[in-house]
């Protein structure tokens, strides 16, 4: 064998290639062999989503040589199915992986149908089937790691314990974080295996309480097939002809003034097609959801105010080239001081990060009288509570390609969570109209918030324009975590008055919220911090002021939680430590000032319908005793291990569904009958992992009386779906399930008005059953159905747009939302005096989220954000040293990996809001907002150790365990 070649095998095919200096096993496989189901998501031998098999044993391809390949046998995602599907390919098939480049999807394929039986026919191996059956699927990034992690431990171990498992997967971490699911599919496709019998599909997933046809019944994610066989493709996945690649030269000082740049060099090196900067910009310089505050590069002479800001991008023929060209390009600055903590922000004098100075907005929050409030308690209570940053770490790292159409209008292909937003900021940087730009959305890999703001998308854009070329352009992982928007570091203050029988009479809140260099959306974020910071309790006297701060940090914006997870932190610790001086249970406090029907927000709203806190509590309360007695929040310590000590916390929390605030909520829907009678429901909201698909292909199916799986649903392209909104604020099961509801009830009438007038008959006598329409006695398919439309002359789409219930700004009285969530949520924690260590061994959560329309996806919400909540109580903390970026790896950056799930216990409460689909409100954010205070109280509960900032330090822990013991010695 020729040293300079590679001989092996790839899932039973024999290859040989030449090796490539340097090449990693991934960058073969994915780029020179077209095996994109093998996912990168940091470069660091971290994630673990890159894992492939080699020679039966599990290998992180991404640091693994390529030419260590040779003479071995190589498995990946592609080779686990027994026959693969058809490409899934969500490029529309104008790229390299498509089948067919240019052919246009029909109404013959339905690659977005998934059914468990498909294991039989051969189609998926049983832990592929169990993965799709039993909800561990969600964004889909890492379950090629996943999936190749748990074969291999079932090859060897066809019987694994839950200990076994997490053991085996704990380097493959899974940001939608829905460990108790895989943990079930691992373990029902090892009994399957050892049986040779079908997976058994999942037992403890209740259906909706509300009985439907369609919805709330158990119904596996449409994609969920090729995201466990690897046809799903990311944005990263797509290759062009002639495609370049983009990098982008950026400050890394936080505080300067760009004195001069020299781009020479770099234009010089071969391969490099271009160089651009700020005075190559042909349309407005600066870009933002909100505020248009954040340059799309900086100009010489301008000021650099974080290090992710952009100076320069190069577009060059190989991801190597361009980063060559990075290093000859130069920069010359004059620093300026750095502006590193929002309080700082706020002093007299400070330097400003911005000409209009540092405050991004104060928010202020005014009801009843505060004297009086207070001086009708009995009890006071004042303290302060801190919350760090938080990165998304969204497994897949962001990535936007560029292309030229021929017919010269500008394609962008990306996973982002507002398309036509995007459309908008593009066309205004080159200068072009809206309708000159395609945005076509791709499959993302965890979004939480994080790709809702431009990262690549302008760059890759301005390249193309001027290359003629496609353009992509692929964030490392360190690139990432310096540039998009992080959670909201904060210090908040809060005064609480009680009387003493436990009833609030004021609470008085002080916020200052790090909104970093750019806005983003930190002014609508430090809001719902504000207006939820009295948390989810009827309170009569009500006052709250925040500060959202420019500062020289990473921009912060949206994330799961969108501030309220910051305040509940504050106000749910502070309830405990009132209980505690109120000698009054917490969980009875807190159903002595929870909202109810008829109670007032803090913000003046009245609650009329839709309010579950109360049995949330009481189901949450019912479980906790159940399970440990009548006393949950007094310490236990192990009798053979004294030093381990067990206990119970508790906290509550609420969160609004929708954009609220006065803001129109909107959004549209577009269903067609295609000739062979199935049907494609079309909106631009996005699919994060969520569940979004499902729970549309429910609604329409139940509103059309036919079978789920003959609705086909297209999301996120600018040219061929209507605008569903950002999504965001826990709205799209809201707002894009009443859309899709409307339009299939437009289309429904549609047909039989059709029907009552072809065959002469009242409009009341044409009926439904079955998948089919029932007329004169006579049973018609949909596909017949469709021929009826087409010989009438009539549309065979309907589209309309749903407006939400109108709501108030904020201090202008009425409604400021229209719905809102809510949870309460128990803790079991133990603590090892002796280390400080903290463990979750059981979480349970009640959550009302008014009706389950999408029970399987429900789950995977809940326990994915249990787990979130988890993760920033015990790890997470995004580390800024003034102005530079410590955690800039994702090996500095600690998520929860598999081995840190508890036994959770989800308990799901149905008080229907009127004016959702069937009752329906948000889901996505409720569940992760209660759990760090409900481990911060377990911790005090178990150790006496009162924590006010999070993530809760180990060696503080410790530190005031031996205080306390010394004291009482």
């Given at each position: 064998?020729?040293?300079?070649?590679?001989?092996?095998?790839?899932?039973?095919?024999?290859?040989?290639?030449?090796?490539?200096?340097?090449?990693?096993?991934?960058?073969?496989?994915?780029?020179?062999?077209?095996?994109?189901?093998?996912?990168?998501?940091?470069?660091?031998?971290?994630?673990?989503?890159?894992?492939?098999?080699?020679?039966?044993?599990?290998?992180?391809?991404?640091?693994?040589?390529?030419?260590?390949?040779?003479?071995?046998?190589?498995?990946?995602?592609?080779?686990?199915?027994?026959?693969?599907?058809?490409?899934?390919?969500?490029?529309?098939?104008?790229?390299?992986?498509?089948?067919?480049?240019?052919?246009?999807?029909?109404?013959?394929?339905?690659?977005?149908?998934?059914?468990?039986?498909?294991?039989?026919?051969?189609?998926?191996?049983?832990?592929?089937?169990?993965?799709?059956?039993?909800?561990?699927?969600?964004?889909?990034?890492?379950?090629?790691?996943?999936?190749?992690?748990s074969f291999a431990l079932l090859t060897r171990n066809p019987d694994p314990s839950t200990d076994e498992i997490k053991e085996a997967l704990k380097d493959t971490l899974c940001r939608c974080a829905g460990y108790p699911s895989i943990i079930k599919a691992v373990k029902a496709a090892g009994k399957a295996m050892r049986t040779g019998t079908q997976v058994e599909p999942p037992a403890d997933i209740p259906t909706s309480l509300i009985p439907h046809k369609a919805v709330g019944t158990l119904k596996p994610r449409m994609d969920g097939?090729?995201?466990?066989?690897?046809?799903?493709?990311?944005?990263?996945?797509?290759?062009?002809?002639?495609?370049?690649?983009?990098?982008?030269?950026?400050?890394?000082?936080?505080?300067?003034?760009?004195?001069?740049?020299?781009?020479?060099?770099?234009?010089?090196?071969?391969?490099?097609?271009?160089?651009?900067?700020?005075?190559?910009?042909?349309?407005?310089?600066?870009?933002?959801?909100?505020?248009?505050?954040?340059?799309?590069?900086?100009?010489?002479?301008?000021?650099?105010?974080?290090?992710?800001?952009?100076?320069?991008?190069?577009?060059?023929?190989?991801?190597?080239?361009?980063?060559?060209?990075?290093?000859?390009?130069?920069?010359?600055?004059?620093?300026?001081?750095?502006?590193?903590?929002?309080?700082?922000?706020?002093?007299?004098?400070?330097?400003?990060?911005?000409?209009?100075?540092?405050?991004?907005?104060?928010?202020?929050?005014?009801?009843?009288?505060?004297?009086?409030?207070?001086?009708?308690?009995?009890?006071?209570?004042?303290?302060?509570?801190?919350?760090?940053?938080?990165?998304?770490?969204?497994?897949?790292?962001?990535?936007?390609?560029?292309?030229?159409?021929?017919?010269?209008?500008?394609?962008?292909?990306?996973?982002?969570?507002?398309?036509?937003?995007?459309?908008?900021?593009?066309?205004?940087?080159?200068?072009?109209?809206?309708?000159?730009?395609?945005?076509?959305?791709?499959?993302?890999?965890?979004?939480?918030?994080?790709?809702?703001?431009?990262?690549?998308?302008?760059?890759?854009?301005?390249?193309?324009?001027?290359?003629?070329?496609?353009?992509?352009?692929?964030?490392?992982?360190?690139?990432?975590?310096?540039?998009?928007?992080?959670?909201?570091?904060?210090?908040?203050?809060?005064?609480?008055?009680?009387?003493?029988?436990?009833?609030?009479?004021?609470?008085?809140?002080?916020?200052?919220?790090?909104?970093?260099?750019?806005?983003?959306?930190?002014?609508?974020?430090?809001?719902?911090?504000?207006?939820?910071?009295?948390?989810?309790?009827?309170?009569?006297?009500?006052?709250?002021?925040?500060?959202?701060?420019?500062?020289?940090?990473?921009?912060?914006?949206?994330?799961?939680?969108?501030?309220?997870?910051?305040?509940?932190?504050?106000?749910?610790?502070?309830?405990?430590?009132?209980?505690?001086?109120?000698?009054?249970?917490?969980?009875?406090?807190?159903?002595?000032?929870?909202?109810?029907?008829?109670?007032?927000?803090?913000?003046?709203?009245?609650?009329?319908?839709?309010?579950?806190?109360?049995?949330?509590?009481?189901?949450?309360?019912?479980?906790?005793?159940?399970?440990?007695?009548?006393?949950?929040?007094?310490?236990?310590?192990?009798?053979?291990?004294?030093?381990?000590?067990?206990?119970?916390?508790?906290?509550?929390?609420?969160?609004?569904?929708?954009?609220?605030?006065?803001?129109?909520?909107?959004?549209?829907?577009?269903?067609?009958?295609?000739n062979n009678g199935i049907f494609e429901v079309r909106t631009s909201s996005a699919e994060l992992g969520q569940g979004l698909p499902t729970v549309l292909q429910l609604i329409a199916a139940e509103e059309l009386s036919v079978s789920p799986e003959t609705i086909k649903v297209l999301l996120s392209d600018t040219d061929l779906t209507p605008d569903g909104g950002p999504t965001t604020a826990s709205r799209q099961t809201y707002v894009a399930g009443n859309s899709t509801r409307q339009t299939a009830i437009a289309f429904r009438n549609?047909?039989?008005?059709?029907?009552?007038?072809?065959?002469?008959?009242?409009?009341?006598?044409?009926?439904?059953?079955?998948?089919?329409?029932?007329?004169?006695?006579?049973?018609?398919?949909?596909?017949?159905?469709?021929?009826?439309?087409?010989?009438?002359?009539?549309?065979?789409?309907?589209?309309?747009?749903?407006?939400?219930?109108?709501?108030?700004?904020?201090?202008?009285?009425?409604?400021?939302?229209?719905?809102?969530?809510?949870?309460?949520?128990?803790?079991?924690?133990?603590?090892?005096?002796?280390?400080?260590?903290?463990?979750?061994?059981?979480?349970?959560?009640?959550?009302?989220?008014?009706?389950?329309?999408?029970?399987?996806?429900?789950?995977?919400?809940?326990?994915?954000?249990?787990?979130?909540?988890?993760?920033?109580?015990?790890?997470?903390?995004?580390?800024?040293?003034?102005?530079?970026?410590?955690?800039?790896?994702?090996?500095?950056?600690?998520?929860?990996?598999?081995?840190?799930?508890?036994?959770?216990?989800?308990?799901?409460?149905?008080?229907?809001?009127?004016?959702?689909?069937?009752?329906?409100?948000?889901?996505?954010?409720?569940?992760?907002?209660?759990?760090?205070?409900?481990?911060?109280?377990?911790?005090?509960?178990?150790?006496?150790?009162?924590?006010?900032?999070?993530?809760?330090?180990?060696?503080?822990?410790?530190?005031?365990?031996?205080?306390?013991?010394?004291?009482?010695?």
């Amino acid at each position: 064998m020729s040293s300079n070649t590679i001989n092996f095998t790839v899932n039973g095919s024999k290859v040989s290639l030449n090796e490539k200096p340097g090449e990693m096993l991934s960058e073969l496989l994915r780029y020179r062999l077209g095996l994109t189901g093998t996912k990168v998501g940091c470069n660091e031998s971290e994630c673990g989503s890159c894992t492939v098999l080699i020679d039966g044993e599990p290998v992180l391809s991404c640091s693994y040589p390529a030419a260590k390949v040779s003479g071995h046998e190589v498995l990946t995602i592609e080779g686990l199915a027994m026959k693969k599907p058809d490409s899934g390919c969500s490029c529309g098939g104008s790229c390299k992986n498509s089948g067919e480049p240019g052919k246009k999807q029909d109404e013959t394929e339905n690659s977005e149908r998934y059914t468990p039986s498909d294991s039989a026919s051969g189609h998926l191996h049983p832990l592929q089937d169990a993965f799709v059956q039993y909800g561990a699927v969600q964004c889909g990034f890492c379950i090629p790691g996943q999936l190749m992690t748990s074969f291999a431990l079932l090859t060897r171990n066809p019987d694994p314990s839950t200990d076994e498992i997490k053991e085996a997967l704990k380097d493959t971490l899974c940001r939608c974080a829905g460990y108790p699911s895989i943990i079930k599919a691992v373990k029902a496709a090892g009994k399957a295996m050892r049986t040779g019998t079908q997976v058994e599909p999942p037992a403890d997933i209740p259906t909706s309480l509300i009985p439907h046809k369609a919805v709330g019944t158990l119904k596996p994610r449409m994609d969920g097939a090729d995201k466990v066989t690897g046809q799903a493709h990311y944005t990263d996945d797509l290759s062009f002809d002639g495609m370049l690649h983009a990098r982008v030269k950026r400050a890394m000082v936080p505080s300067a003034i760009l004195k001069s740049l020299d781009i020479s060099r770099a234009l010089a090196l071969p391969g490099v097609e271009a160089v651009l900067t700020a005075s190559d910009i042909p349309g407005k310089p600066n870009h933002g959801v909100i505020y248009k505050d954040w340059p799309i590069l900086v100009a010489e002479g301008g000021k650099v105010r974080t290090v992710g800001d952009a100076i320069a991008i190069v577009a060059a023929v190989s991801r190597e080239t361009a980063t060559e060209a990075l290093d000859l390009i130069t920069m010359e600055f004059e620093e300026l001081p750095v502006i590193d903590n929002p309080v700082q922000a706020a002093e007299p004098g400070a330097p400003k990060v911005h000409d209009q100075g540092n405050l991004l907005k104060h928010i202020e929050v005014r009801k009843g009288q505060m004297d009086k409030g207070f001086n009708q308690a009995d009890v006071l209570l004042e303290h302060t509570f801190r919350t760090p940053s938080h990165d998304h770490a969204f497994i897949e790292p962001e990535c936007s390609i560029a292309r030229l159409t021929s017919d010269g209008r500008m394609e962008i292909y990306v996973g982002s969570q507002i398309p036509y937003e995007d459309r908008q900021q593009v066309a205004e940087a080159l200068g072009i109209q809206e309708s000159q730009v395609r945005v076509r959305g791709q499959l993302i890999g965890g979004g939480f918030g994080g790709k809702e703001d431009i990262a690549g998308q302008i760059h890759a854009a301005l390249l193309a324009q001027v290359t003629k070329k496609p353009v992509k352009l692929l964030f490392d992982r360190h690139e990432s975590l310096i540039v998009h928007p992080k959670r909201h570091a904060t210090i908040i203050k809060i005064r609480m008055g009680a009387s003493k029988d436990g009833k609030l009479t004021a609470v008085d809140t002080q916020l200052y919220g790090d909104t970093g260099a750019y806005a983003s959306l930190g002014d609508k974020v430090m809001t719902r911090a504000t207006t939820h910071s009295s948390g989810p309790y009827d309170v009569p006297h009500v006052k709250a002021d925040c500060f959202a701060m420019y500062t020289n940090n990473p921009p912060a914006g949206a994330f799961r939680g969108f501030g309220v997870l910051q305040s509940a932190f504050a106000v749910e610790s502070a309830m405990d430590m009132l209980a505690e001086k109120l000698h009054i249970d917490p969980l009875e406090l807190r159903k002595i000032n929870a909202l109810r029907e008829g109670s007032a927000t803090n913000t003046g709203q009245i609650l009329g319908s839709s309010v579950g806190l109360l049995e949330c509590i009481e189901k949450v309360e019912e479980k906790i005793k159940a399970l440990s007695g009548d006393d949950p929040f007094v310490p236990k310590a192990d009798p053979h291990a004294p030093h381990l000590v067990t206990a119970w916390g508790i906290a509550v929390a609420y969160k609004n569904t929708g954009l609220g605030g006065g803001a129109p909520d909107k959004g549209s829907a577009e269903i067609e009958l295609y000739n062979n009678g199935i049907f494609e429901v079309r909106t631009s909201s996005a699919e994060l992992g969520q569940g979004l698909p499902t729970v549309l292909q429910l609604i329409a199916a139940e509103e059309l009386s036919v079978s789920p799986e003959t609705i086909k649903v297209l999301l996120s392209d600018t040219d061929l779906t209507p605008d569903g909104g950002p999504t965001t604020a826990s709205r799209q099961t809201y707002v894009a399930g009443n859309s899709t509801r409307q339009t299939a009830i437009a289309f429904r009438n549609l047909i039989i008005e059709v029907l009552s007038e072809q065959y002469g008959v009242p409009s009341e006598s044409v009926t439904f059953a079955n998948g089919q329409a029932v007329v004169k006695n006579k049973k018609l398919t949909m596909k017949e159905v469709a021929e009826e439309l087409r010989k009438a002359g009539r549309p065979n789409r309907v589209q309309t747009e749903y407006m939400a219930p109108e709501t108030s700004p904020l201090g202008e009285g009425g409604d400021m939302h229209f719905g809102f969530s809510f949870a309460a949520q128990a803790t079991e924690i133990m603590v090892n005096k002796k280390t400080g260590e903290i463990e979750v061994l059981r979480l349970i959560t009640a959550t009302d989220v008014g009706a389950a329309i999408n029970p399987l996806g429900l789950r995977g919400q809940i326990e994915g954000g249990a787990m979130m909540g988890i993760s920033h109580a015990l790890l997470e903390e995004f580390i800024v040293d003034k102005g530079h970026v410590v955690t800039d790896r994702l090996a500095r950056y600690r998520i929860a990996p598999i081995t840190m799930t508890p036994e959770i216990i989800p308990i799901v409460v149905e008080h229907g809001i009127d004016s959702g689909p069937y009752g329906g409100k948000g889901v996505g954010e409720i569940v992760t907002i209660p759990t760090s205070p409900a481990i911060a109280n377990a911790l005090y509960n178990a150790t006496g150790v009162r924590v006010d900032r999070i993530p809760i330090d180990q060696e503080y822990v410790l530190k005031k365990i031996g205080e306390l013991k010394s004291s009482k010695s």
